[in-house]
């Protein structure tokens, strides 16, 4: 199931999503080589978050980047990486997917809150997710990039903030209408069931435990960061518009 857009109008235009969303193209084309060997390694070996050497658990070790490149981790790691990594990617389909969740949904989360806290509680969010899952391995070698963590706080944010909301999906050949809380629980739940079953493997792949992490904290923060005004904003418009409707 592929989200493809929502029924949820914005009033305000979602300034710091399409900021977002251009940035994470901007890396992946110019600091990533889109996907070009050297420039992704010297990528991964700069700004990927690696749990083992920002905690100098894993001193010493030589880990490969691909194209036969590899780079040895210092102990040096810098808490920087915490956020550059949420604007880097392991490839095309990763960006797309990603960037496809946060066209969908950020906007919407950003016009309850405002694009400067919008960027605040992605960010936050962003580092949560990955603290999620640096705790699940501590010593782990592996980069972690994407952006999805902090949008997996997205998520969660929108699911609270609208449940009823109409989702449409491609699926099978065809598209369907169900609402965002089914469409969004669905996906924690798979993230919370593959992360179960990812605990104790020390290889490579989807950072499950980002998503459940962001997942969780954008739930918890969009409490936080919504801004009544434009809550009651957007309550009024749809005030209207059922008025609207009545009168057809």
């Known amino acids: 199931m592929i989200p493809i857009r929502d029924e949820n109008p914005t009033l305000h235009t979602p300034l710091m999503t399409f900021l977002l969303v251009g940035m994470n193209i901007f890396v992946w084309f110019t600091v990533q080589g889109m996907g070009e060997h050297t420039a992704m390694a010297e990528a991964l070996c700069r700004y990927a978050l690696i749990p083992g050497d920002l905690l100098a658990t894993s001193v010493g070790t030589i880990i490969p980047v691909g194209g036969g490149l590899a780079c040895q981790l210092d102990g040096n790691g810098q808490m920087s990486t915490i956020f550059s990594s949420m604007f880097m990617h392991g490839g095309w389909l990763h960006l797309a997917g990603n960037m496809l969740f946060l066209w969908i949904f950020g906007d919407n989360v950003e016009d309850i809150m405002g694009p400067l806290r919008f960027a605040v509680f992605f960010a936050l969010c962003g580092a949560a997710a990955a603290v999620a899952q640096i705790a699940t391995d501590l010593d782990s070698t592996v980069p972690m990039v994407g952006a999805s963590g902090a949008i997996g706080g997205v998520l969660g944010?929108?699911?609270?903030?609208?449940?009823?909301?109409?989702?449409?999906?491609?699926?099978?050949?065809?598209?369907?209408?169900?609402?965002?809380?089914?469409?969004?629980?669905?996906?924690?739940?798979?993230?919370?069931?593959?992360?179960?079953?990812?605990?104790?493997?020390?290889?490579?792949?989807?950072?499950?435990?980002?998503?459940?992490?962001?997942?969780?904290?954008?739930?918890?923060?969009?409490?936080?960061?919504?801004?009544?005004?434009?809550?009651?904003?957007?309550?009024?418009?749809?005030?209207?518009?059922?008025?609207?409707?009545?009168?057809l």
């Open 157 to 247: 944010a929108y699911a609270l903030s609208f449940p009823r909301t109409r989702v449409h999906l491609f699926f099978i050949f065809t598209t369907v209408s169900v609402p965002a809380i089914f469409v969004l629980g669905y996906w924690f739940v798979l993230q919370l069931l593959s992360g179960l079953g990812s605990l104790g493997y020390e290889g490579g792949g989807v950072a499950f435990w980002a998503h459940i992490g962001g997942f969780v904290a954008g739930s918890v923060l969009v409490f936080l960061f919504r801004d009544p005004e434009r809550i009651r904003a957007r309550r009024a418009q749809a005030r209207r518009h059922q008025a609207g409707h009545r009168w």
